[in-house]
């Protein structure tokens, strides 16, 4: 059952009030606070207020004014502008509940604004209370504080609101306990709470609470079936349904109209047409005419059940019967008309009930756009949304638009579509991602980007993506196109800005990662692609070889080598395995840029994943490392090229940096080939060892000749007497004496050991 709620009225006591004369202004702000009736003019609020007489005046004092106090409230100067009317007494009180929490201190200053209560005050203050805690605190504080007994008003008020908040088990104790507190039961109490059981859903509280007003005394009308009737068939219980109403008849209780309607409409729920048909024809035969309500009842089963002809035939019948078919009944029967796919005859209703004056609302058009896109008719869907537009009438389901939009883009109509969006903003109804992003693909697919543009400023400016409210997304279909479109014409930066939106909302496409790193690529913007594939890292995005080519490539151009080679490692480490190509494009540019040990590295990298092309370079690099003094880290990659079966050029890189006066270079190169048995010929030895001899480094000359001996076996160095004599002048005697004995052949065999014992000194 339903109740209205409204402010009671409060009933007039005389109180009070503190004059100005006795307190300072500061408490002055509690004057004019009352719950009173509306009858009181606004010059009477705004007023000064009058000192009221105590409690035991009559009221003809209270009536009369002495000539001073008239004269004095005639003089009184009025304020200027506006003033708010004083507030209520009940409206302060559930601002303080709401606002602090429930204590002691609180119930102190509810009773020093209050010394006395009533029975209307506390209404009030439990209808405007903001929540049902607050209500059910102040209920029970009132009455253990002895501010006052409840009656039955306040006992039903507070029900109601704990069965709104299902707080079932709280309204249940408060109603049983009435008795105790001298407040009689009576059948409103009962019903309300029997029906917030049927809302929280559980059936046999409600009916136990039935059979239970039976045990108190409570007698039961046929406003409690009704409720109990509702409550079981809107759980499918049709069975206990039809025994309760046997049990009704028994009684001597008579059903109405009301009764039947609930029937009905609880048979055709649970899909008993044949027994909602003869509950119908029983309803005519006590003589109890259907109304309006019956019929669209009727209509509304037969819908439900896609029986059309029948709704058909009911329809017919009570325009028969003179009974004005509602806007329910039109809605309800195109409803039906379009589940069955009869849009022609969904449209001819709908133009019926125009023509009869009967508004359509916002449920009609909610049934009818949807079935005019199903059907095709996007022409007289147009229409509709403009009728709606001009009545500022908007739909109950928003995706509606959705859908509309759609359909109009699938059949070309773009421009019907884009007005769609426009009716929509029209309504005051919230615009979503989605709705932006069919338009987006579909103005993309036509080669429209211009206005696909246009909508993704306002979709980005709006922040539309973002909203948390929002229950449409936009598609990867759509952003992936468009974002494709700005990448390619130079607009990565508002492709990015579209895309970070996306990923707040956890979006996280690899063709639009890709694409944007594409996009800053060609723009010139190495460092912003890098950023991307960093993202897409963090994200665990699988990253693609071609993105990171693309970023190598644009900071090569932007001659930046050193980030172009970070670009690579990170592209070794996701995984990839970079062509001889751009490794030999990435070993060019630092070499040519000077960063030699650099472009070493990435020698190492690609040797070790098995490109053995760029030999010549290689070459280049180990040269220069070796004229710059790395001599350990040449050696280094030099071995790791012959591990990988890639010799370089021992004899070319020894006559490189005997030319240049890299002697010692030299030494420890041929020094390590010789300990590896590499390829050298013959007359790279005597080079090295003129270069060393003329260098004035005898004494390392002597020493490598000796290893030559032991590994080669000959000591043919037509230098050999001119390294006898700088040995004997430098005071190594005993080593050129050694030498001499070698040549001479006359201590081969020991000079052999001798020479592999001194090599082992050579560093």
């Known amino acids: 059952m339903a109740y209205i709620s409204v402010t009671k009225p409060h009933r007039w006591k005389p109180r009070l009030f503190i004059t100005r004369a006795s307190f300072p202004p500061s408490f002055n702000f509690i004057q004019s606070f009352s719950s009173v009736d509306e009858s009181i003019s606004a010059g009477d609020q705004t007023s000064t207020p009058i000192p009221e007489a105590p409690a035991s005046a009559s009221p003809s004092k209270l009536e009369s004014l002495t000539a001073a106090e008239a004269e004095g409230k005639t ?14 007494l009940e409206d302060i009180i559930c601002r303080m509940m709401a606002n602090r929490a429930w204590t002691t201190r609180l119930q102190n200053s509810i009773r020093s604004l209050v010394p006395q209560f009533d029975h209307s005050l506390v209404w009030n203050v439990l209808h405007g209370s903001r929540n049902s805690d607050h209500a059910l605190q102040f209920f029970r504080w009132v009455e253990r504080a002895g501010v006052i007994r409840h009656d039955r008003d306040t006992h039903l008020k507070i029900i109601e609101i704990l069965g709104r908040a299902s707080k079932l088990n709280h309204a249940r104790c408060i109603l049983l306990d009435m008795p105790k507190k001298g407040v009689e039961w009576d059948e409103d109490l009962f019903v ?49 349904a039809k025994r309760y109403f046997n049990a009704m008849l028994n009684e001597g209780i008579m ?36 109304d309006v309500v019956t019929y669209n009842t009727i209509i509304n089963g037969y819908y439900r059940v896609k029986k059309m002809e029948e709704a058909e035939k009911f329809f017919m019948e009570m325009k028969g019967r003179n009974i004005e078919p509602t806007v329910i009944s039109y809605t309800t029967m195109i409803k039906g008309y379009l589940s069955v796919g009869r849009v022609d005859d969904g449209l ?59 359909c109009q883009c699938q059949v070309g109509q773009l421009d019907a579509a884009a007005d769609a969006l426009k009716a929509m903003i029209r309504l005051s109804i919230p615009t979503e991602a989605g709705h932006y992003g069919v338009l987006i693909e579909n103005f993309c697919k036509s080669g429209v980007y211009d206005r696909a543009v246009k909508l993704l400023d306002k ?57 944007l790193i594409r996009g800053h690529s060609k723009e010139g913007a190495p460092e912003s692609a890098f950023e991307i594939l960093k993202i897409m890292g963090r994200r665990q ?84 490392l070796l004229l710059r003094g790395h001599v350990e880290e040449a050696l280094g990659r030099i071995d790791l090229l012959m591990k990988n079966g890639c010799e370089p050029d021992f004899d070319g890189l020894l006559s490189v940096l005997c030319a240049k006066g890299k002697t010692i270079a030299a030494l420890k190169l041929l020094d390590f080939g010789l300990e590896r048995d590499y390829g050298i010929s013959i007359s790279s030895y005597e080079n090295v060892l003129d270069a060393l001899l003329a260098a004035g480094k005898t004494l390392n000359a002597y020493l490598i000749l000796c290893k030559i001996v032991q590994k080669v076996g000959t000591t043919d160095w037509s230098s050999c007497k001119d390294l006898i004599r700088s040995l004997n002048e430098e005071g190594n005697t005993k080593q050129a004496d050694t030498l001499s004995r070698m040549i001479k052949g006359e201590e081969k065999t020991h000079g052999s050991k001798k020479g592999k014992k001194q090599a082992s000194m050579v560093s």
């Open 255 to 290: 059903p109405t109209r009301h009764t039947y309607n609930l029937m009905i409409w609880g048979f055709f729920l649970s899909l008993k047409v044949e027994t909602a048909s003869r509950f119908f024809e029983e309803m005519k035969e006590r003589g109890i005419s259907p």
């Open 75 to 88: 003089n009184a100067r009025t304020p200027r502008g506006k003033h708010r009317n004083a507030e209520k």
């Open 192 to 240: 309300v709470l029997i029906d917030s059981y049927g809302k929280a859903g559980i059936v046999q509280e409600s009916v136990k609470i039935f059979q239970k007003m039976k045990e108190f005394g409570v007698e039961r009308t046929i406003k409690s079936y009704d409720t109990l009737f509702k409550v079981i068939l809107r759980r499918g219980r049709y069975l206990m």
């Open 348 to 406: 001819r209703l709908f133009e019926e009930m125009k023509s009869f004056r009967i508004m359509p609302n916002a449920v009609t058009y909610s049934t009818l756009l949807p079935g005019l896109c199903d059907g095709g008719k996007m022409f007289e869907a147009q229409s509709v949304v403009k009728e709606m537009v001009e009545k500022y009438i908007a739909p109950k389901d928003n995706s509606i638009f959705l859908r509309l939009i759609t």
């Open 459 to 515: 979709l980005i400016e709006k922040e539309i993506i973002l909203r948390p409210q929002s229950s449409l997304e936009m598609e990867s279909s759509a952003y992936n196109q468009i974002i494709e479109y700005l990448c390619n014409s130079g607009q990565t930066s508002k492709a990015e800005t579209l895309f970070r939106q996306l990923m707040k909302k956890g979006v996280q496409d690899p063709i639009a990662f890709n694409n």
């Open 541 to 624: 995005v699988p990253r693609e070889a071609d993105s990171y080519r693309l970023v190598i490539e644009s900071f090569l151009k932007k001659g930046e080598p050193a980030d172009a080679k970070t670009a690579l490692d990170s592209m070794i480490e996701n995984g990839h395995i970079p062509d001889s190509s751009l490794f030999r494009t990435v070993m060019e540019s630092l070499f040519e840029n000077g960063r030699i040990q650099t472009a070493s590295r990435v020698m190492h990298n690609m040797v070790e994943k098995g490109v053995k092309e760029n030999m010549d370079l290689v070459a280049k690099i180990l040269e220069a």
